[in-house]
């Protein structure tokens, strides 16, 4: 296959795509995972999907500590055949090495974070809970979407028991909440049905 070729997705290598290929292949859609070796491909996004990422990008910059920062739709590499794309990610700030960088690892995540499309429903609430939790990142929320014409976020706030390397539920909110991991954060949605 030529430089100029276009690649067959329809063809996967007999052993499945790898994180050097995520990170590599030429023109691959935007916001491309890879989960267990192969390439899923996001639908296009709702408006409300993408304010709620804007909101809590937002809302997580305007009290990170110095020694983290806020990411949003950044690769994570977990191994050779996972590099998931959270919605938003906190990372130590020290990982962030080139403004060019185009992904980050897994031990430099404190906090992952998925906002549910129906699409990604099973790979948000289920797949990335175990792959996250496996690679040891401490901290991961998964934001439901509630409600056709008044939105109404639910934040599954998850943290990681060191000793199972499994997630324990924190808590299930609805309405404005406080957590102290990775950092004391206050959470309220008030204005979001305003955008």
Avoid at 17 to 35: A, F, K, M, Q, S
Wanted: net charge negative.
């Amino acid at each position: 296959m030529t430089a100029e070729s276009v690649h067959d997705w329809s063809r996967p290598p007999l052993d499945g795509y790898t994180v050097d290929d995520l990170l590599t292949l030429p023109d691959l859609p935007r916001h491309t995972e890879l989960i267990d070796g192969s390439l899923v491909f996001v639908s296009p996004q709702r408006f409300i999907h993408s304010a709620l990422t804007d909101f809590l990008v937002a809302r997580l910059r305007m009290t990170t500590p110095r020694y983290m920062t806020v990411a949003r739709e950044m690769t994570v590499v977990i191994d050779k055949r996972n590099g998931p794309e959270p919605d938003v990610s906190v990372v130590r700030r020290d990982a962030c090495t080139s403004p060019m960088q185009t992904h980050f690892h897994a031990a430099d995540v404190l906090l992952a974070v998925e906002v549910v499309s129906p699409e990604s429903e099973a790979r948000d609430t289920q797949t990335k809970l175990h792959k996250y939790a496996a690679a040891g990142i401490p901290n991961y929320w998964i934001v439901k979407i509630e409600g056709d014409e008044i939105i109404e976020p639910v934040v599954y706030v998850y943290e990681l028991d060191p000793h199972t390397r499994a997630y324990v539920c924190q808590g299930i909110h609805t309405k404005p909440f406080s957590v102290d991991r990775p950092f004391a954060v206050d959470i309220d949605f008030e204005g979001l049905n305003d955008l």
